[in-house]
């Protein structure tokens, strides 16, 4: 009887480390603020994770539209396209994860713009 209890707080507490684990990661809302060369832009962004792959939507005044990226230890790097009057922009975002915040760089092939974020 105590193995058979002792087996099941060894199994809890491994389900309990593996939600703490996927907590700790980058899916959700998150709501970020980008300092552009015009002042601050807001936008949010609707992030899923499976193992290091990171999907999701960002929605910024020019639209939604979707990314794709990595997030390994505490380092997230995803990507996204802007369809612009003069063309597509291919834009990185590379970003610092600490808890329920991130802050990073966003390069928009033409510039770069320092960012910070908090998850909802």
Same mark, same amino acid.
């Given at each position: ?5 002792? !087996? ?6 491994? @389900? ?6 996927? $907590? #700790?990661? +980058?899916?959700? &809302? ?15 962004? !609707? ?6 792959? @990171? ?6 005044? $020019? #639209?939604? +539209?979707?990314? &794709? ?23 990185? @975002? ?27």
């Amino acid at each position: 009887m105590a193995r058979l209890f002792s !087996a099941a707080v060894f199994a809890l507490g491994l @389900v309990l480390a593996g939600s703490a684990y996927a $907590q #700790g990661g +980058v899916a959700g &809302a998150w709501e970020l603020t980008i300092n552009g060369p015009e002042g601050p832009i807001t936008a949010s962004a !609707a992030l899923k994770q499976d193992g290091e792959k @990171v999907t999701g939507t960002i929605t910024s005044p $020019q #639209g939604t +539209v979707e990314l &794709a990226g990595t997030y390994k230890g505490k380092t997230m790097n995803v990507a996204f396209k802007i369809e612009t009057p003069q063309g597509a922009l291919d834009v990185k @975002v590379n970003g610092e994860v600490d808890g329920n915040k991130m802050k990073g760089m966003i390069d928009f092939g033409m510039g770069m713009a320092d960012f910070t974020a908090e998850k909802k």
